[in-house]
């Protein structure tokens, strides 16, 4: 049972547009969503994070927009820069700390971004 | 920002063999230590907690006996995956948490073929 979903495995982009990368969720308990991002051969680092009493988060050219009553976030980033060429994947807590039962992230399957020239 | 170090980044081994990773925390102490899974085109999946100094708490359907976990140090968490079979065959990718600002910092992850 997949709980958190990115239905798109890959997204193409040129350089200087808007990346939207999406993710859908099923949980209702979950009220904490973070974007990791990895490159080939290093392990995934943390991007931004949004808790459920926000819908919106903004971080530089990274802003999350989170939708409760439809389960659904995203990242856009503006504007996109062949650095940003990574798999993003995104994540569900149902708590902000890591204590207790909040310690537990579920991923989503990951959406390879190509931000092309 | 932190540095979780986790070694080998890749494995070949025969089956029936056991291999152990570890992940080493460089610049800050990690009282908990997660471990991950990965199967190709899947996400990353919880396998177990670790807290520094206990035993580790295993998810649900994950063999404690074969997924053999020590967090002995604050600084230090192994994974030895006993009697590997070829389904065992995963990327398995460790995370640390800097309990002062509660973020996860990831090792580079794992990549374990067993023949």
């Known amino acids: 049972d997949q709980q958190v979903k990115q239905n798109s495995p890959s997204l193409s982009v040129q350089e200087g547009r808007i990346s939207i990368l999406n993710c859908d969720y099923t949980n209702s308990m979950f009220d904490y969503f973070l974007w990791y991002k990895k490159y080939p051969a290093e392990g995934p680092t943390f991007l931004i994070s949004i808790s459920s009493i926000k819908d919106k988060n903004e971080d530089g050219r990274f802003t999350v927009f989170l939708n409760k009553s439809a389960k659904h976030l995203s990242l856009h980033i503006v504007p996109s820069q062949p650095g940003d060429s990574a798999v993003y994947f995104c994540?569900?807590?149902?708590?902000?700390?890591?204590?207790?039962?909040?310690?537990?992230?579920?991923f989503g399957t990951g959406t390879q971004l190509k931000v092309e020239l | 920002g932190a540095v979780v170090s986790q070694h080998p980044s890749w494995v070949i081994c025969k089956s029936g063999t056991s291999v152990k990773i570890e992940c080493r925390s460089l610049d800050f102490q990690a009282t908990t230590m997660f471990w991950y899974r990965q199967f190709p085109k899947q996400s990353l999946m919880l396998m177990a907690t670790?807290?520094?100094?206990?035993?580790?708490?295993?998810e649900q359907g994950v063999e404690k006996d074969k997924f053999l976990i020590n967090h002995a140090s604050l600084t230090l968490s192994t994974l030895t995956v006993t009697s590997a079979h070829p389904e065992d065959s995963s990327f398995y990718i460790c995370s640390g948490r800097d309990v002062p600002n509660e973020k996860l910092f990831f090792g580079s992850g794992t990549q374990l073929s067993v023949l």
């Open positions: 670790s807290n520094e100094g206990s035993k580790a708490t295993y």
């Open positions: 994540a569900a807590s149902p708590s902000l700390t890591f204590t207790g039962g909040g310690n537990k992230l579920t």
